[in-house]
């Protein structure tokens, strides 16, 4: 079977089996409960966990008692290690974790492959953590499930919107969209810029800039769809890395959301 191994095991999150379900089931542990209806989407961070763990867990958290319904996931995340001009999705047959292999749907990305804007690339996979990140997590709240993992570099909306609309399901389907917010102000600066991009996703804004998050293009494409438009948007957790294990001179902001 060709894989993806894991690429930030070890530096993002626990490398040890054991230590990183422990430290995931200790983070959605802490997390509130909510009485939000079922999931279709989801906002969530992907720093190393001991930045921004506890604000995806709050997002994670919101899915578990719908578990059981959910069968495919499919997972945005913006490109940082190399360029991309539009989206790219990957030839393996699994992503690997040190939980274990997700298995892809391989049916769905055939399917997706073929839209505009869509290209096949193992290299843009390789190294990315935007993705990774979050499989984790995925595997702990969800246990089996197919992934359809994109990576997206500059694209319009409208063309992120349609590969979204094209995937999205019903109760078996659960889209994830991985970013975090501001990167490199001052504390009260991020917090006063972070509150601003959170009102324009809670508004569905899709003019986000790179400067607002870096899973801009993501974002706007959800933002784009004709899923999103028709439901909720809400806000389920806000921090920095200036609340968790950094510095306040310099954070990166997380936000956690719910598309519903």
């Known amino acids: 079977m060709n894989i993806r191994k894991a690429a930030v095991a070890g530096s993002f999150y626990e490398a040890d089996a054991s230590r990183l379900r422990q430290h995931i089931a200790a983070l959605l542990g802490s997390a509130l409960e909510s009485a939000a209806g079922a999931p279709q989407a989801l906002i969530v961070p992907h720093a190393g966990y001991i930045y921004s763990g506890r604000t995806a867990a709050q997002a994670y958290r919101l ?9 495919r996931v499919i997972l ?8 991309l001009h539009g989206m790219a999705v990957p030839s393996v047959e699994a992503f690997a974790t040190p939980l274990g292999n997700v298995p892809l749907d391989r ?25 990774e990140v979050q499989l984790p997590f995925l595997q702990t709240v969800l246990g089996a499930f197919k992934l359809v993992p994109v990576v997206v570099g500059h694209c319009q909306p409208e063309i992120v919107a349609t590969v979204m609309d094209a995937m999205w399901g019903g109760a078996e389907t659960l889209l994830v969209v991985s970013t975090d917010l501001s990167h ?8 006063q810029l972070d509150t601003l991009t959170c009102e324009r996703l809670r508004a569905k804004v899709n003019t986000l800039s790179g400067q607002d998050a870096c ?10 769809t004709r899923h999103c438009q028709a439901m909720q948007v809400d806000l389920v957790d806000m921090c920095n890395s200036g609340d968790t294990a950094g510095s ?13």
């Open 215 to 224: 899973g801009a293009y993501a974002l706007n494409g959800l933002m784009s």
């Open 107 to 131: 049916d769905s990305i055939q399917r997706v492959s073929s839209l505009p804007g869509v290209s096949v690339s193992d290299e843009a996979h390789r190294q990315e953590h935007s993705l």
């Open 184 to 191: 490199f102000h001052d504390y009260d600066e991020a917090r």
């Open 63 to 71: 899915v578990q008692p719908w578990a059981d319904k959910i069968e």
């Open 248 to 260: 306040r001179d310099r954070v990166v902001g997380y936000g956690a959301f719910t598309v519903h």
């Open 76 to 83: 945005f995340g913006p490109a940082h290690r190399v360029p």
